[in-house]
């Protein structure tokens, strides 16, 4: 998707190093949502539902000094059902003069709805393939951002920009978010000083007539809106990418007053390219090439093989990259998936920083993230169909961005790195699935398949459910040799989601600098776990290295005497009207707290041990209570 932009379109392209974490991941989504604001309306027509796109011949004369565009596009489609007509998705603002097919003209109307609808000269039956030509010109509609004219240092350029629903703006087209063609030719036309640029390998380039025509060819399956165009004075840099027999090159189409500059942070490409392929799998398009083209956007647009580039931020690079895996050769299936593209995407980014910088700025990394995650209270990953009319809502930072990225991060540490690659390889390789489309349900599956693990719980809570815990943790040094933990943990958002089941990460110090960390397999609330530790612990910390999603949690060691509460009894449980506490001889209860499973205070009482809870409400309960020798929690149900 449109990515990376790190200042508002009047601010410099580039990265200040002192821009924080979350500056950087706020305005990567404000970019997207900005360019994306006047186009969102249009969704998948239906009436072009009849057809499947095969394979697109795209001709277009322009030039950057000029807001104007000729275009000849052959569409190659497969009838789905019987087809009388063809629609193509065109903005009535472009004259079309003229539709064949082969050698035969055929009769077509433009209408309000940006619509291209054209008569077949008979009817296409279901399966057959058949081909048209549309020849059209004009100044596409301004506004959307999908077809631009600016100038650099005095120079024109041209690009487009098509994301999500832009590409009718400038050429007929099907925009539908799952029907991909196969492969594409593209001839760009333009005065001879300028160099042109677009997905794919440039295959050939005419000059005649002070006009030049380079070609391109992309033969991996493309949807509309990543088919992209750019014109300008470009100086070409190339680097050499990959591993035998999978090497390709990197093209880099940079402005000339730019060049010195930007060659030196296209450095980073490499080994991030390098990260990507070791972790996940060969570059996806490594037949073809992999490359960047300056551009007047102040961000990105991860356009397959070639993503058009406002500034060379490594960021920005690595979050690019890594749409060629996650967004291109698999695009989410709907808008509702939106994580799949842009949650992976920025996980990527943090993985350079991981894997390049190393643990401790990947921590500081995820903890902005985190930070900036339960700033709110809820918010869901997966998409309600309410939430597909606004585009803030898509390109949420907080939720699209940050927490898909940190839900991907919460699967890998509860899966372990090895199911968590493997299963993210295995989700990439899917025939099924590769250079084309993946919904929710289609990721799960594979780490399912791979860990052996039920992630229903998981996805439940923090993909399609909204909110996140806040923990209180309390430690207590046992037995020589043991230590007992007590989690409890509170809901943002208790009516919707009551419990989170999660492990949670302790750590425990020792008085001479001992560590040893723990992972509590929670899954209820007031649980109790007692762990042999070689030290005694003097303080406990929490999530230390940032891999759960949790707010203001808290984490102490009690004085408490544990041999004498371990004594604490709750008897009859379960139970229907009274309730008693028993105490060890020498403790004197001082308060006693009752609490339901939303962590809601049912009942108060002073230093009594017998209680009627025929008025509680039936199920699990929860008794804090506060004694001479320390506090402890007890579970009790209420039949």
């Known amino acids: 998707m449109k990515t990376v932009c790190y200042f508002l379109l009047m601010l410099s392209a580039t990265i200040s190093s002192g ?54 596009v052959t569409t190659h489609f497969r009838a789905v059902t019987p087809m009388n007509t063809v629609t193509f998705d065109l903005s009535n603002q472009l004259t079309v003069s003229s539709v064949k097919q082969r050698n035969t003209t055929l009769a077509y109307t433009q209408n309000t709805n940006n619509e291209l609808v054209i008569t077949l000269p008979q009817q296409q039956a279901t399966g057959v393939l058949d081909s048209v030509t549309i020849v059209y010109q004009g100044a596409p509609p301004t506004g959307n951002d999908s077809f631009a ?33 196969d492969a594409i030719d593209v001839y760009i036309t333009a005065p001879q000083q300028y160099t042109s640029v677009s997905n794919g390998l440039q295959v050939g380039q005419t000059t005649a007539n002070g006009q030049k025509t380079t070609h391109f060819r992309h033969n991996y399956p493309i949807p509309a809106y990543l088919i992209a165009i750019a014109v300008t004075n470009y100086q070409i840099y190339t680097q050499q990418a990959g591993t035998a027999p999978n090497n390709f090159p990197i093209v880099n189409y940079i402005y000339p007053e730019s060049m010195a500059t930007v060659q030196t942070q296209l450095a980073v490409t490499l080994p991030i390219m390098n990260l990507y392929e070791s972790l996940f799998e060969t570059y996806p398009f490594a037949s073809e090439k992999y490359g960047h083209a300056q551009f ?59 894997h390049l910088d190393g643990p401790v700025p990947f921590v500081n990394w995820k903890k902005s993230l985190i930070n900036n995650i339960t700033s709110l209270p809820g918010g869901t990953l997966y998409l309600s169909d309410a939430d597909l009319s606004s585009v803030n809502r898509i390109f949420s930072s907080r939720l699209s961005y940050n927490k898909g990225a940190m839900v991907v991060h919460m699967l890998r540490y509860i899966l372990g790195d090895t199911h968590f690659y493997q299963g993210l390889r295995n989700y990439l390789a899917d025939t099924n699935l590769a250079y084309g489309y993946a919904k929710t349900p289609d990721l799960k599956s594979h780490l399912e398949a791979v860990s052996g693990k039920n992630l229903t719980a998981f996805f439940n809570d923090w993909v399609y459910g909204q909110g996140y815990p806040k923990y209180t943790i309390t430690a207590q040094n046992n037995t020589p040799g043991q230590v007992k933990f007590t989690v409890n943990q509170t809901s943002s958002i208790p009516a919707e989601n009551t419990f989170f089941e999660l492990p949670v990460p302790v750590r425990a110090f020792g008085s001479a600098g001992q560590q040893q960390d723990f992972v509590l397999d929670n899954t209820v609330n007031g649980e109790v776990f007692i762990r042999d530790i070689p030290f005694t612990v003097t303080s406990i910390a929490f999530n230390v290295n940032a891999d759960i999603i949790a707010a203001n949690s808290t984490a102490t060691l009690s004085n408490t005497d544990f041999s004498m509460l371990s004594e604490v009894k709750l008897y009859p449980n379960p139970a229907t009207g009274q309730l008693n506490l028993s105490l060890p001889q020498g403790v004197v209860l001082e308060k006693a707290v009752f609490q339901n499973v939303l962590g809601q205070n049912v009942l108060e009482t002073g230093s009594q041990t017998q209680w009627n809870i025929s008025g509680l409400a039936s199920g699990v309960h929860f008794i804090s209570i506060l004694t001479s020798a320390g506090n402890q929690q007890l579970k009790f149900i209420k039949k």
């Open 19 to 72: 821009q924080s974490i979350q500056e950087k991941t706020g305005t990567i989504a404000e970019a997207e949502a900005k360019a994306a604001s006047a186009l969102i309306n249009f969704t998948s027509n239906a009436n072009t539902a009849n057809y499947d796109v095969v394979y697109h011949r795209l001709r277009f004369t322009v030039n950057p000094a000029q807001y104007n565009i000729q275009g000849n």
């Open 296 to 354: 007047g956007w102040g961000g990105g647009m991860e356009h397959t093989t070639v993503s058009f580039m406002g500034g060379f931020d490594r960021e920005l690079i690595a979050h690019e990259l890594g749409h060629q895996w996650f967004g291109d050769k698999i695009t989410c299936g709907s808008w509702k998936d939106i994580w799949l593209n842009e949650g992976f995407a920025t996980y990527l980014s943090g993985l350079v920083r991981e």
């Open 149 to 181: 004219t600016s100038t650099h240092s005095g120079t024109p350029i041209l690009w487009t920009l098509s994301e999500p629903y832009g590409a009718l703006d400038w050429w007929p087209c099907k925009q539908d978010l799952v029907d991909k063609a």
